[in-house]
């Protein structure tokens, strides 16, 4: 009997207040750079470097920098 092994690749990206959280890289929808602005935006705290949103909506401030952020989702999909 042949078995099917279906590997699932998560990379681990840090939250601002110290957790980790394991993401699927196809669950990423887009990613935004945190922009320095001089308003008050309620969604995102000062420490967030990128902002991941992900397919069922909901929205990550991580301290990965966008760039390593697509560093690590390239690394997963191989």
Same mark, same amino acid.
């Given at each position: ?24 890289? +196809? ?8 922009? %320095? ?5 309620? *969604?995102?705290?000062?420490? /967030? !470097?990128?902002?991941?949103?992900? +397919? ?8 990965? %920098? ?5 560093? *690590?989702?390239?690394?997963? /999909? !191989?």
């Amino acid at each position: 009997m042949m078995e099917l092994i279906t590997a699932v690749s998560l990379m681990i990206l840090h939250r601002v207040d110290g957790g980790e959280v394991a993401v699927s890289p +196809s669950h990423v929808t887009s990613m935004h750079a945190r922009a %320095p602005s001089s308003g008050q935006n309620k *969604l995102v705290t000062g420490e /967030a !470097r990128c902002i991941v949103w992900l +397919s069922d909506g909901k929205l990550l401030s991580v301290l990965e %920098p966008c760039d390593a952020v697509k560093r *690590l989702m390239n690394e997963a /999909a !191989r």
